[in-house]
């Protein structure tokens, strides 16, 4: 009880505030309870932050009408030419509907003033059309692009030979492997990285049964040492197509899939295609 006192006696010790007049009159003393200043001062902060969500608001508001008056512009304009589209396509109508070649003439309006340019619109169909049939030519060859371009594993194991110069497993000399080991059991289905058509399906020598895809832009792959081969020779293979089943034919010490990527003839590193999602 005896705090609560005290604190509402300070709460109301009067403080003196001084406004000393630039002219000659005598200074007026102001006396204002503490709590007064407190009070004052959170109303001022309220005041404050009250003024700026208006503000803030207010410019929102402007940003939406804006739009508002520029969509709304671009509304009208087109409702107009609709319109002015179906008036001249009632004038053709009634036109036409006159029958012979004589009376349309005769009826031809003299002035053409308010009429659709046409050969401007022509012009403006032309480049519209022109520029979609440029961004679907660009969006197609990107699509096969993508389609051509080897992506992710043909089957999921792990890598038990890398590319690059190793020691061959077989008779222990040094050699360049071109491609990848990725071991598996027997029997696992190996798919397509890319769409394409198999140029090879058959037996390779030390590569066992092999399957060669053509790919586009320059990409093969091959796919070799299998148990069983799925497709032949000319058919078309989408991405994630079973092509073959997985073994240890050829010159092979163990069940795995040899997987390899040419580019313009050339081998080069699936590492960095294993690793993009297909």
Known sequence: MGRLRGFIRKAFTPVTIMLIPHSNSKPFNLKIPSIGIVFSAMLLIMGSFYLLSIAVRVGEYRMMKEKLDYYTGQFVELKATMNALKRSEYEFRSLFSLGTKERILENIPASDSGSIDVEALQGQIRNTVGTVKEIREYLLLQRDI????????????????????RENPINGGEDFHSGVDISVERGTPVRATADGVVSFSGWSGGSGNLVGLEHGFGYSTFYA????????????????????????????????SHYEIWKDGRHINPKPFLDVRS
């Open 146 to 165: 993508y389609k051509a371009t080897p992506r992710g594993w043909p089957v999921t194991g792990r890598i038990t030979s890398a590319y690059g110069p």
């Open 225 to 256: 040492h299998n148990k069983t081969l799925a497709v032949r020779v000319g058919q078309r293979i989408n991405r994630g197509d079973i092509i073959a089943y997985a073994g240890s034919t050829g010159s092979s010490t163990g069940s795995h």
